[in-house]
Nanobody, 121 residues
Framework: QVQLVESGGGLVQPGGSLRLSCVAS??????????ASWWRQVPGNERELVAG????????????IYDDSVKGRFTISRDNAKNTVYLQMNELKPEDTAVYYC????????WGQGTQVTVSS
């Protein structure tokens, strides 16, 4: 059974940084073929795409996309040897507060359980 488990969320002051991790299990070396992405959701709002990274690359993925609100502040990366996707979040703002979810997709799709990020002074 494929599972995605996020970690790294927490409470941080505005301007601070966090790094989220998402570890995929039950998928083996096929993980490298999966596209991966980070989404976030605030209660009452739809889940929105934050960043995505292509699969299929030999050394950690290829094309990356970002929502305009996080460009220049967030960086998505992956380590296929560890079946892990990261989201480095810098210069955090209160409006970045949300539950962050990891997604992996190829012919099928999987979601993690989410990790809370709170940006507040």
């Amino acid at each position: 059974q494929v599972q995605l488990v996020e970690s790294g969320g927490g409470l941080v002051q505005p301007g601070g940084s966090l790094r989220l991790s998402c570890v995929a299990s039950g998928i083996g070396s096929m993980f490298r073929l999966y596209g991966a992405s980070w989404w976030r959701q605030v209660p009452g709002n739809e889940r929105e795409l934050v960043a995505g990274i292509d699969g299929g690359g030999r050394n950690g993925g290829g094309r990356r996309i970002y929502d305009d609100s996080v460009k220049g502040r967030f960086t998505i990366s992956r380590d296929n040897a560890k079946n892990t996707v990261y989201l480095q979040m810098n210069e955090l703002k209160p409006e970045d507060t949300a539950v962050y979810y990891c997604n992996a997709h190829l012919n099928d799709e999987y979601w993690g359980q989410g990790t809370q990020v709170t940006v507040s002074s």
